[in-house]
């Protein structure tokens, strides 16, 4: 072997080497944050909480109204009850939204969505039609209504 072949040899072993610790440093690093973010995300899921957005429209004067659900239980959670006063009609749930219209002296409507959290807007009152958007990144799983 020759000389030139030797230090050809040895820039390769020396890339090699190079690579190859890289790859241990990247995966070591990776191997540390992985494992952490992994066990983080159930938690952060369900601590780490965004307001939904609502939106209602009065049925009868068309008024709008906006603003923001507020985080409340645990999704799943049983459902408050309905009292008799309260009426409500044609759900809707797709993506994000979950929509009903209802007409009542003072009610809440509320979404379940996918981070496991309840979202509950704020008393409303007479005929509306309410959507309520689930934070960026979930799904809404189911939603109703409750007041009277």
Known sequence: MTTEEKSKGMKVRSSLAALGMSAVLALGVGGAIA???????PTAAT?????????SKDLKNGRKQSGKASPSGKAGDSRPPAR?????????????????S?????????????????????????SKRVAIACPAGTRAVRGGAFGR
Not at 47 to 55: G, I, L, M
Not at 84 to 94: A, D, F, K, T, V
Not at 102 to 126: E, H, K, M, Q, W
């Open 35 to 41: 494992p952490a973010a992994a066990a983080a995300s």
């Open 47 to 55: 601590t780490v909480v965004a307001d939904a957005d609502y939106s």
């Open 84 to 100: 008799s006063s309260l009426r409500c009609w044609n759900p809707y749930l797709s993506g994000r939204v979950f929509a009903i």
């Open 102 to 126: 209802c007409s009542g002296r003072a009610f809440r409507v509320f979404v379940d969505c996918s981070n496991r959290i309840r979202y509950v807007t704020p008393v409303l009152s007479g």
